[in-house]
């Protein structure tokens, strides 16, 4: 599975972005699909999760209320709605697959390129 993760930029706080991961190679449709993000220096940490059918969501307690993951199989295509940005939700954020069920460690299988965002104060 390839993923590709897109939808990075400039914001600025309080806004809104949605980033997008498309997987080719694969259909997602019984994946576990995770967003995780990244900054320098820092461990890559979990930001939300999703289960193949997207019946279950987990999301991280700093993101809760904010960003909303969410799924379209046809198009094979994973989503993170995030609203209400701060600026340290800055980072370069990760899209992941899983075989089996969802985690919020990193135990994903395969792992999209990253797409970078900041949000500007």
């Known amino acids: 599975v390839q993923l590709q993760a897109c939808g990075g930029g400039l914001v600025q706080a309080g806004g809104s972005l949605r980033l997008s991961c498309t997987a080719s190679g694969r259909t997602l449709s019984s994946y576990g699909m995770g967003w995780f993000r990244q900054t320098p220096g820092k461990e890559r940490e979990f930001v939300a999760a999703i289960s193949s059918t997207g019946g279950t969501t987990y999301y991280a307690g700093s993101v809760k209320g904010r960003f909303t993951i969410s799924r379209d199989n046809a198009k094979n295509t994973i989503y993170l709605q995030m609203n209400s940005l701060k600026p340290e939700d800055t980072a370069v954020y990760y899209c992941?697959?899983?075989?089996?069920?969802?985690?919020?460690?990193?135990?994903?299988?395969?792992w999209g390129q990253g797409t970078e965002f900041t949000v500007s104060s």
């Open positions: 992941a697959a899983r075989q089996s069920g969802i985690t919020a460690t990193l135990r994903y299988d395969y």
